[in-house]
């Protein structure tokens, strides 16, 4: 019995970890035999499955593994300013972040003006007005400098120099400025005039989105030229008679074909529509138009010969959802649902003469339901045909109308929606989005379509509809 216990003692012995034993990684362990994990302590580097440690002057005589030189020893972690960069690191990693080389540090102001968001240690473009201290993210991805803003506030002054110190009161008043950006704090607007835009200028609401309405007839915001961009407003209350277009939003060139940019927009309660572009190009996304054109037959949106692209858009409860007329066309990503009037509705109405249209990845449900003429989507090509892919078609007065389009790939449900297990098809707040189990879950077809409605990756195999499901 004496012997075997000291059998069993040299055998723990022999198996027990040598603390100066170390591997760099899994597959270097396994081939030497070494406990994976057998790291170093702080101060030691692991040369030939050796803990050491490794005398420096600077960096330069390190390597990947302690590339910090901390006391004149080789390290894995910095834990100064001065030992930056590390070794094989870039000349821009200056600042120590928890024990790691760092472009930049979090409300330090580090990063360059191109580059102006410090993010997990590096430097890069804003996404979001809410990341720049002027609270204007530029096109580019910078940040925009206060002198080309002017910002107005409800309870401003109406004849102020509308600097962020002292904003203006009134929109009218910002314009006057002609500053590029104008930047809008929440609240309500009133006006007895459109706000015409031209030239190149944004209208940027901040925080809760703020409200623009007008106490005349005619459109509430009005461009006819330039490049104009229109960010997180609420367009409101439009009002119509013989002569003016009681429209939240609208486009008509007079000079040249404007460009319209329009994100996160709510246009509603419109009398003729929610948005309407003649002869522009334009640009809608993350944006929602809702109960605009009741009993004119008004859209939510319509574009006559022009572009549009609208993506990740919400359609509902319009006398119809989206007309487009003649030009070119993209529409993706979108829920459109529950627009109907007495007469003729649409979820969309499209025609065209050009090739090239662009109408997928949508969820067209509940439209013209009490319609004498209603579809879900009427399509019109003249002289062209379209292939319109990996659409929701369900339970509109009629799914699909027209000549010369097809829609492959996509999914077309009359009355029972069980299977498509949206979220609440029936009660309010009703929500398309789809759940686990759907049959629309990776029945797309083949699609360069990179993201969803809520901005989500669509990977292969995609789902069909605005929704790509996220268990």
């Known amino acids: 019995m ?268 419109n009398n003729l529509g929610g948005m309407y572009a003649q002869s522009c190009s334009v640009e809608v996304t993350e944006s929602t138009f809702t109960n605009n054109g009741r009993g004119t037959s008004g859209p939510g949106i319509k574009i006559v010969n022009g572009t549009g692209v609208i993506d990740r858009c919400t359609v509902s409860d319009n006398d119809t959802g989206i007309e487009l007329d003649s030009g070119l066309f993209q529409v993706t990503n979108c829920f459109i649902f529950h627009n109907d009037s007495p007469s003729t509705s649409y979820g969309i109405n499209l025609y065209s003469t050009e090739g090239g249209q662009k109408i997928e990845f949508n969820t067209i449900v509940d439209n013209a339901r009490s319609a004498v003429v209603g579809r879900g989507f009427n399509c019109q090509l003249d002289g062209v045909t379209g292939s319109f892919p990996n659409n929701l078609f369900v339970r509109n007065k009629l799914q699909t109308a027209g000549a010369n389009c097809t829609y492959p790939s996509s999914i077309v449900v009359d009355t029972d929606v069980t299977a498509l297990k949206f979220n609440s098809p029936d009660v309010p707040p009703f929500d398309y989005h789809i759940g686990a189990g759907s049959m629309a879950i990776d029945a797309a077809a083949g699609s360069t379509v990179d993201h969803d409605f809520d901005g989500q990756p669509r990977t292969a195999p995609r789902d069909v509809g605005a929704d790509e499901f996220v268990p």
Not at 29 to 35: E, L, S
Not at 112 to 125: F, K, M
Not at 164 to 174: E, F, L, Q
């Open 2 to 269: 004496q012997k075997l216990i000291v059998v069993l003692l040299l055998a723990a012995a022999c198996t027990k970890p040598n603390p100066n034993r170390c591997c760099t990684d899994e597959a270097d362990c396994t081939a030497k035999g070494i406990p994976v994990g057998s790291i170093c302590e702080q101060g030691l580097v692991c040369r030939g499955n050796q803990c050491i440690s490794q005398p420096c002057a600077s960096s330069t005589e390190c390597d990947a593994t302690a590339p910090y030189c901390v006391a004149e020893l080789c390290a894995e972690a910095c834990n100064d300013d001065a030992q930056c960069p590390g070794f094989g690191q870039a000349a821009s990693d200056r600042f120590c972040v928890e024990g790691a080389c760092a472009e930049c540090r979090i409300g330090m102001n580090d990063c360059t003006t191109a580059a102006p968001v410090c993010d997990q240690g590096s430097c890069r473009q804003c996404r979001d007005h809410n990341e720049c201290q002027s609270s204007v993210c530029s096109a580019d991805g910078s940040c925009a400098d206060e002198s080309s803003i002017a910002y107005v506030e409800t309870n401003g002054a109406a004849n102020s120099n509308c600097t962020r110190t002292s904003p203006c009161s009134t929109i009218a008043r910002a314009l006057m400025l002609a500053r590029r950006y104008v930047l809008i704090g929440p609240g309500t607007y009133p006006s007895t005039a459109a706000i015409v835009l031209s030239g190149q200028v944004d209208l940027i609401g901040s925080g809760t989105r703020p409200i623009l309405t007008r106490s005349t007839p005619g459109p509430i915001v009005s461009i006819s030229s330039g490049q104009i961009g229109v960010d997180n407003l609420q367009l409101s209350g439009a009002t119509t008679n013989a002569s003016d277009y009681g429209y939240g939003l609208y486009c008509e060139a007079t000079t040249g074909a404007p460009v319209l940019k329009a994100r996160r927009i709510l246009a509603r309660d």
